[in-house]
């Protein structure tokens, strides 16, 4: 298994503003994985990032809204721009362990006002 | 287009009863499925998987059951304890792609 560790676990953020929420993974893995997870919802994955690569956006998550970086192996961070209260949500890093089991940070809490 | 659901949004359960968690999927190209747990405040932990070329799974007090025909999976947890109240998503995934796709989630209450 691998241990995942998110920053902020937490935030208050104003609207139009922008967050960045960093991943950090205890072992080199090639695919690191965004999740969101909106309030009484599913988790609804918004891009892959690969090293070296620009990171693969799902349907109805675009670049300008969520910019990726993934600097090296261990690695990722995800920005939410220019934030309103539908960004209110919980984000989630993941990585894959083994075949498909994926593992997940704790989380972060954001709430827009 | 909902591809994994739930359409159980929660499941009450006496401790050391059976629970059963139900997931229904549309996607015939899923060859994975697994199952998560998780406690408010946490990311989801990995609780079990299958292949979908098995039809059940067992670890523990944890069996997951597969119906390919009817595109149907289930989690069995017994006996029940306090400690599994959480919430319980199923999602599926296509091996070459890493992508996991989830259910809505059912939040299991395991009453002492």
């Known amino acids: 298994s691998a241990v995942i560790s998110q920053k902020p676990s937490r935030d208050i953020c104003q609207r139009g503003t922008s967050l960045t929420i960093q991943c950090q993974v205890d072992s080199q893995v090639t695919m690191m994985f965004w999740y969101r997870q909106q309030p009484g919802q599913s988790l609804t994955l918004i891009a892959t990032a690969n090293q070296g690569s620009e990171a693969t956006y799902e349907s109805g998550f675009v670049i300008d809204k969520f910019p990726i970086s993934r600097p090296n192996l261990t690695f990722s961070t995800l920005t939410v721009s220019n934030m309103s209260p539908e960004d209110s949500s919980i984000y989630l890093c993941?990585?894959?362990?083994?075949?498909?089991?994926?593992?997940f940070g704790q989380g972060t809490r954001l709430t827009v006002v | 287009d909902q591809q994994v659901k739930q359409n159980s949004p929660s499941l009450s359960v006496q401790e050391g009863r059976i629970s059963i968690l139900n997931c229904d999927y549309t996607?015939?190209?899923?060859?994975?499925f697994l199952w998560y747990k998780k406690y408010p405040a946490e990311g989801p932990t990995f609780l079990i998987s299958?292949?979908?070329?098995?039809d059940k799974n067992e670890d523990g007090r944890f069996t997951v059951f597969l119906n390919k025909s009817a595109k149907h999976l289930s989690l069995h947890i017994v006996p029940s304890q306090p400690g599994d109240s959480a919430v319980y998503f199923c999602a599926a995934s296509a091996v070459d792609t890493g992508k996991l796709i989830f259910g809505q989630g059912t939040t299991l209450q395991v009453k002492p």
């Open positions: 993941s990585v894959m362990g083994g075949t498909t089991e994926a593992f």
């Open positions: 996607n015939s190209m899923f060859d994975y």
């Open positions: 299958i292949s979908s070329i098995k």
